[in-house]
């Protein structure tokens, strides 16, 4: 079993839909986690990061964390297809080598 | 502010034949250096990873090797490619001392080997 599981999609909404992107952990030592957009061909760009439970917002994108069930999510809101990518979680797991799920693909389609 | 380069921005190579990809960070001391690779479809492979000059860490056992000449320099080599080396390279740091610290992407390498 992967560390951090992501269903890899696609997943295809409408323009202005909220999205919900999440992730499973299984090593209870995850105490912080990443969010990175990658679009096609580029490299992964770090979009948030959360150290605790409960909810960071950025502008249209909100990060939620519950340690309890160990799930990771972050939602969009408006989505715009601007925000086609893929969308990747991560954990540091406290060491030099962050976990990576294997991304979800987005597709936000006028 | 940091900045991380890489080049070549994309790569054809016949199957045989060395590799060079080169990736250089700025703006920082000391960084965590690492390389992925990443296959059409597939998540982040972790290849080599540095915690200072001279220090490489492999993680798959493979034809590649990475090295570290200088504090921020990173590069990854081959002396024959294999088909299956193709995929897109990623050169990230981090900053040093592990822990909760978030890794920063190059642009990355797209390598076709044929």
């Known amino acids: 079993q992967k560390e951090v599981e992501q269903d890899p999609g696609p997943l295809s909404v409408p323009e202005g839909a909220i999205v919900s992107l999440n992730c499973t952990y299984s090593?209870?030592?995850?105490?912080?986690f990443m969010w990175y957009r990658q679009y096609s061909r580029k490299g992964p760009e770090l979009l948030m990061y959360?150290?605790?439970?409960g909810n960071k917002e950025d502008g249209r994108f909100t990060a939620q964390v519950d340690k309890s069930s160990k799930y990771i999510s972050l939602f969009i809101r408006d989505s715009q297809p601007s925000d086609s990518a893929t969308y990747l979680c991560a954990s540091p797991g406290g060491s030099y080598i962050p976990t990576f799920g294997r991304g979800t693909s987005l597709i936000v389609h006028p | 502010s940091q900045t991380i380069h890489q080049w070549p921005a994309t790569l054809v190579q016949p199957v045989g034949s060395p590799l060079s990809l080169e990736c250089t960070v700025e703006g920082t001391s000391n960084p965590n250096l690492y390389w992925y690779r990443q296959a059409a479809g597939r998540g982040l492979q972790l290849l080599f990873y540095?915690?200072?000059?001279?220090?490489i860490s492999s993680e798959v056992p493979q034809n590649l090797s990475a090295s570290r000449p200088q504090d921020r320099q990173f590069i990854l080599s081959s002396k024959k490619l294999l088909l299956s080396d193709s995929g897109f390279y990623l050169c990230?740091?981090?900053?040093?001392?592990?822990?909760?610290?978030?890794?920063?992407f190059g642009p990355g390498t797209r390598l076709t080997v044929l």
């Open positions: 090593n209870s030592a995850f105490q912080y």
């Open positions: 990230a740091w981090s900053f040093s001392g592990g822990g909760y610290n978030e890794q920063f």
């Open positions: 959360t150290y605790s439970s």
């Open positions: 540095s915690v200072g000059i001279g220090q």
